[in-house]
């Protein structure tokens, strides 16, 4: 699976992106899709994730309320909905896939995309 992300960008903190993870064909249906994170001088952490059949979500305690993940079966591709963006929530973000379901305690994923950045100005 080959995976394009984009929609990162600058915004004021209170402000709302929209990242998207375009894959390269249709995801295996046992795949889940998702969002990690690394900023500068931290670890890559878990963001969201879903699953490619039954759209099961989970997110991050830090994102729960305010990022919504979704997924547009026609277009093989994942959204990322960031609302009430706040400044710590500025890093790169990756989209990834793997086989099962995707947590923050779940094996790293074995796809990547490149990173997208995303900055939250105070």
């Known amino acids: 699976v080959q995976l394009q992300a984009s929609g990162g960008g600058l915004v004021q903190a209170g402000g709302s992106l929209r990242l998207s993870c375009a894959a390269n064909?249709?995801?295996?249906?046992?795949?889940?899709i998702g969002w990690f994170r690394q900023a500068p001088g931290k670890e890559r952490e878990f963001v969201s994730a879903i699953t490619w059949t039954d759209g099961y979500t989970n997110y991050a305690d830090s994102v729960k309320g305010r990022f919504t993940i979704s997924r547009d079966s026609a277009k093989n591709t994942v959204y990322l909905q960031m609302n009430t963006l706040k400044p710590e929530d500025t890093a790169v973000y990756y989209c990834a896939a793997r086989a099962g379901v995707m947590t923050a305690t779940t094996a790293l994923p074995n796809y990547w995309g490149q990173g997208t950045q995303v900055t939250v100005s105070s």
């Open positions: 064909g249709r995801p295996r249906s046992s795949y889940s």
